[in-house]
């Protein structure tokens, strides 16, 4: 009996209070906007601009960088899509140093550096001939670059040049 009273003062208290219902609105969530690395990167030759960012991350082009899970001994890559022309076309840069040893210099040999538009039609990249100078700080996901690079389709030596600070972290 004590059960029914109980639903039944529920029932009339619902009901008295239920004069105005309020709507509820889901609140929007925020969007973390993908391709927040910022860039400091002049290219000049083949390809002239400047990259100050990184697009968001769509299809098969995925910005990523091992940055500070890397070991001595292992290999360290960052890479990254970007526009750096007058066009909006997008560009990939892919940094690698083959063995890791830490934060610092990486000079021709120990460090390889790529320039690819997004389909990869035309490519760039550090071959014999090229000169790079490339730092790596002690976060080891940003550092300074300048490298020459052949253009792959043509052997031009020296065809591209890239000067500036990358970054690979938000």
């Given at each position: 009996m004590l059960r029914v009273a109980g639903i039944v003062a529920l029932i009339v208290l619902a009901a008295a209070c239920d004069q105005t219902t309020a709507q509820t609105v889901a609140s929007p969530s925020p969007v973390i906007a993908q391709g927040t690395w910022t860039e400091g990167l002049t290219f000049t030759g083949d390809v002239p601009g400047e990259m100050t960012a990184i697009v968001?991350?769509?299809?098969?082009e995925l910005s990523a960088?091992?940055?500070s899970k890397s070991r001595t001994g292992d290999v360290w890559?960052?890479?990254?899509y970007g526009t750096l022309d007058s066009s909006g076309d997008t560009w990939g840069v892919v940094f690698t140093?083959?063995?890791?040893?830490g934060p610092g210099t990486y000079v021709t040999g120990a460090i390889t550096v790529e320039l690819n538009s997004a389909d990869t039609t035309k490519v760039w990249l550090t071959l014999d001939g090229d000169k790079t100078t490339f730092t790596i700080d002690r976060s080891q996901q940003s550092g300074t670059l300048d490298?020459?690079?052949t253009n792959a389709a043509?052997?031009?030596?020296?065809?591209e040049h890239v000067t500036g600070?990358?970054?690979?972290r938000g």
């Amino acid at each position: 009996m004590l059960r029914v009273a109980g639903i039944v003062a529920l029932i009339v208290l619902a009901a008295a209070c239920d004069q105005t219902t309020a709507q509820t609105v889901a609140s929007p969530s925020p969007v973390i906007a993908q391709g927040t690395w910022t860039e400091g990167l002049t290219f000049t030759g083949d390809v002239p601009g400047e990259m100050t960012a990184i697009v968001a991350d769509t299809g098969t082009e995925l910005s990523a960088c091992t940055g500070s899970k890397s070991r001595t001994g292992d290999v360290w890559a960052d890479t990254f899509y970007g526009t750096l022309d007058s066009s909006g076309d997008t560009w990939g840069v892919v940094f690698t140093v083959k063995n890791f040893s830490g934060p610092g210099t990486y000079v021709t040999g120990a460090i390889t550096v790529e320039l690819n538009s997004a389909d990869t039609t035309k490519v760039w990249l550090t071959l014999d001939g090229d000169k790079t100078t490339f730092t790596i700080d002690r976060s080891q996901q940003s550092g300074t670059l300048d490298a020459t690079m052949t253009n792959a389709a043509t052997g031009k030596v020296a065809a591209e040049h890239v000067t500036g600070r990358w970054n690979c972290r938000g």
